[in-house]
């Protein structure tokens, strides 16, 4: 019933992990003593602007995004600057939870900062080219049984799995190993990177296993 948009989000998917793969290779490539670990931050924003732009062209292309009742510059404009504001919004509750969650209040704030922008990019960046700037929609598709197409039930998947992964990369960090990866927020934004990455796979397969258990509602 779904074939065709479980292989287009096959395929997005495989565009937009390949960004992230791109983002870790090509810096390596003409900046000198780049590296995942040494030249962190700067990885870090690599990987954030290359999801965002496949993201945004690939839904925008695809035009997975809900149609809007209005087509005027005015309310198009208006949708943009929302978007904007909900990305800075979405900053400033990242840090403020991870803050919460033990991370430095002041010292390593740029470091802290940027592993919010980094989640942005992961999960909400998503929900906006899925969604909308739609708060409404965004609190359907996260509640139970909220999804009402194989796209909502992606957003679920990959926003969780990102979330999930930068939870479990805060673990190793007390240990005393002395390793590379556990200085802040190393193994955080790559514990969410590995679980984005591992939600763009695990969400068309688990579609397309379940897609005859899959029932959803009429929009």
Known sequence: MWDHEIKA??????IIASSVFMATVLPAVFIQGFSVYGTH???????????????????WLLGISQPTKKNTLGYKLSRLVRSCLYLLLSCLFYHTVVV???????ESALETFSLAVLLTSLTTLRCLCVLGPNVQAWIRV??????????????????????IGAWLGAFPIPLDWDRPWQVWP???????????????????????FHRKQLTYKSK
């Open 100 to 106: 919460l969650y033990g991370a430095p209040l002041i």
């Open 186 to 208: 190393v193994s955080c934004s790559l514990g969410s990177v590995i679980g984005y990455l591992t939600g763009l796979v695990v969400a068309p397969a688990w579609i397309h």
């Open 9 to 14: 989000m096959a395929s997005s998917h495989a």
């Open 41 to 59: 931050l700067l990885w870090l924003y690599s990987v954030t602007g290359a999801v965002s732009v496949v993201n945004i062209a690939v839904f």
């Open 142 to 163: 996260f509640s139970r049984h909220g999804a009402m197409s194989v796209w909502d039930t992606s957003l679920q998947i990959t926003v969780a799995c990102s979330l």
